[in-house]
């Protein structure tokens, strides 16, 4: 029982916007909520905060961040803060044994977000947080899962890639473009790495000669299973070939991308990075999406606040402005369609067996209206920096953007004509998944 993920990033020398450009696909359980909202700067007077399941000490200011995460955890896929420090975690799977209690990668990026001003001071806090603490803790509302993780660290000027196995670590900085997934891949080059993470392996016997990160400490059954080598080779490659033209549309389409067009969500596997469920090898599917520019001044961010981002639109997001109100909060079960995330989740389901039939048309009409929004949001951001403008009329953008795509997304909900699935395992996979949720059939 895996879940995956897709993280990535372009420096701003290689995008077309000159700016560093990240970007996630957070995968999980299909029935797993993810909720974006964004947490002002704040001054703080208690002495500790309480992660998922354990408390660390806490700092007196946390600056103002924009995250999506899980409805059930403290901590975070994916998020960018204030001063446009990015991050986003994946799971991986070692030879180090996995702890029952600890900070979970979620918990970790989400206290970098709130203490760092740059990605090199955000990579400090990971790395000192996990040496003091340990990762650890089940990580999915529905079932056990303990995993390690990896991460990708960037602000405006630089990136990093940390990855971990336990309380060892090893961390590259980026040069121009990198990505990860849920496998390990830094071998025997590194930047910065954590004390005797060499000298642990041999004595465990990881390995005898030659020292390789990747090598050394991955758990290779599981990384297998969850083809992160094979996604992370596609986007590395992907990204290696648009050096100097990567912008938001490349990278939105990346982040849409599956391993076999067309496409047809029975016949998917753990190699498409836009991720839908279907079975026991492949019970996750990606939850929500984020694209962050991030400039100097105002970064902007793109998120979708809600599953399959090959059927959802990214709408534009100021750290600067926040969030307008979104409605209630998803949680673990189907809420009437009164949170944005579950009413998109119905469309979602909905076309599960007659996906070939409605996606193309669909996804043309999400990217007109992302066209729209992106050269509205560029204007705004451009105009905020001038002064023109206000964080309340950055929000209200925001507020149009989810609206509007909310609209379309109703518009197709009564339009879509649902057909029988002909793989009886498929069809039985999502039939339990929708009664475990409360869902409509």
């Given at each position: 029982m ?12 290689w ?28 001054k ?21 961040v ?35 209690k600890?900070l ?6 989400r ?67 990198r ?17 005797g993470?060499?000298e ?13 990160f990747?090598d ?10 969850a ?47 836009c ?58 079960v ?40 992106y050269?509205?949001?560029?204007e ?54 929708n009664?475990?949720?409360?869902v409509?059939?």
């Amino acid at each position: 029982m895996l879940i995956v993920c897709d993280t990535l990033v372009a420096l701003r020398g290689w995008t077309r916007e000159g700016a560093t450009i990240f970007a996630k696909n957070s995968d999980r359980d299909p029935n797993e909520a993810q909720v974006l909202e964004f947490h002002p700067r704040s001054k703080r007077s208690e002495e500790r905060v309480e992660c998922t399941y354990i408390s660390v000490e806490q700092v007196d200011e946390t600056y103002a961040v924009l995250i999506s995460r899980p409805y059930w955890m403290w901590g975070a896929e994916m998020g960018v803060n204030e001063h446009g420090v990015a991050i986003g975690n994946e799971a991986v799977w070692t030879r180090e044994p996995y702890a029952e209690k600890g900070l979970t990668g979620m918990d970790l990026l989400r206290l970098a977000l709130e203490r760092s001003r740059t990605a090199s001071e955000a990579l400090k806090w990971i790395t000192s947080l996990l040496e003091q603490y340990g990762q650890g803790g089940n990580c999915s509302a529905t079932r056990k899962m303990l995993y390690h993780n990896s991460f990708i660290v960037a602000d405006p000027r630089e990136a990093w890639v940390l990855e971990t196995a336990g309380r060892y670590w090893v961390a590259e900085r980026v040069k121009d473009v990198r990505s990860i997934s849920n496998a390990l891949t830094i071998e025997d080059r590194w930047d910065l790495a954590s004390s005797g993470v060499v000298e642990h392996a041999r004595e465990r016997g990881y390995c005898k000669d030659r020292f390789s990160f990747r090598d050394c400490y991955s758990d290779r059954f599981y990384t297998r299973l969850a083809k992160g080598w094979e996604r992370q080779a596609h986007t590395q490659k992907a990204l290696e070939e648009a050096k100097g033209s990567i912008d938001f549309r490349f990278v939105a389409s990346l982040l849409r991308s599956h391993a076999r067009e067309p496409y047809h969500p029975p016949e998917g596997s753990n190699a498409d990075v836009c991720m839908h469920a279907g079975g026991f090898t492949r019970p996750s599917q990606t939850a929500a999406s984020m694209i962050a520019i991030l400039y100097e001044r105002v970064p902007v961010v793109f998120a979708t606040g809600t599953s399959t981002p090959c059927i959802s639109a990214f709408k534009p997001v100021f750290p600067e402005a926040g969030l307008p109100d979104l409605g209630p909060r998803p949680g673990r079960v189907w809420d009437g369609g009164r949170s944005y995330w579950w009413r998109h989740e119905l469309l979602s389901r909905k076309l599960s067996c007659s996906y070939s039939r409605y996606a193309s048309t669909i996804r043309k009409e999400i990217i007109e209206l992302e066209e729209r929004f992106y050269a509205k949001a560029m204007e705004a951001r451009e105009a905020y920096v001038r002064g023109e403008t206000s964080p309340e009329e950055l929000r209200e953008l925001t507020r149009e953007a989810f609206d509007e795509a909310a609209r379309l997304e109703e518009k197709w909900l009564t339009a879509v004509k649902p057909s029988r699935c002909l793989n009886p395992l498929y069809t039985l996979f999502w039939r339990r998944v929708n009664r475990a949720a409360g869902v409509p059939a």
